[in-house]
């Protein structure tokens, strides 16, 4: 029996095939496909630089918050079931469902927004009546209001230079 190596992202112990890649000459192991593509997005954020270590090897986490808004409030099933598959995933630190508001609190160096993203789209498809497109639309919704806060907060430092 092979010896288990680390996951450089989540810390697991895996057999070493198990969504195996190679980076840089050197090979890794994963538990499983969101921790393989979130490495392959930023690998030294986890294996660091020679003479540097990662964030992640230095015990750092990233913590993210997203609040949404959807159209309509979702019953109490349909936020349990939300709140259920989201935390599911690796690197989702909670999930809170307030009628029509979302809030999910997340470590960037364990998931990224396009697989919460994704996650969120097979949620809506389980929950039918059009949830797929109000989570979606919801995502991007929050998105387009954090570009737009910045750029009303750069364009008031313009203002006060003057």
């Not at 996650?119 to 498809?125: L, S, T, V």
Request: net charge negative; charged share 25%.
């Amino acid at each position: 029996m092979e010896e288990l190596v680390k996951d450089p992202v989540c810390g697991m112990q895996v057999e070493p095939q198990m969504y195996a890649t190679e980076y840089q000459q050197l090979r890794y192991a994963f538990c499983s496909a969101q921790c393989r593509d979130r490495f392959l997005a930023n690998p030294h954020l986890f294996i660091g630089f020679p003479g540097q270590k990662a964030p992640k090897q230095e015990g750092l986490e990233v913590l993210k918050q997203r609040r949404m808004h959807v159209a309509r409030s979702l019953t109490p099933s349909q936020a349990d079931s939300l709140i259920g598959a989201l935390q599911a995933m690796m690197g989702i630190k909670s999930v809170a469902v307030d009628g029509d508001k979302i809030e999910i609190t997340y470590d960037l160096l364990q998931a990224t927004a396009e697989q919460i993203e994704t996650k969120m789209a097979e949620i809506g498809i389980q929950l039918g009546e059009g949830w797929t497109e109000q989570l979606c639309r919801a995502f991007v919704h929050y998105a387009e209001e954090l570009e737009v806060g910045s750029l009303e907060v750069h364009n008031e430092k313009n203002f006060h230079q003057h």
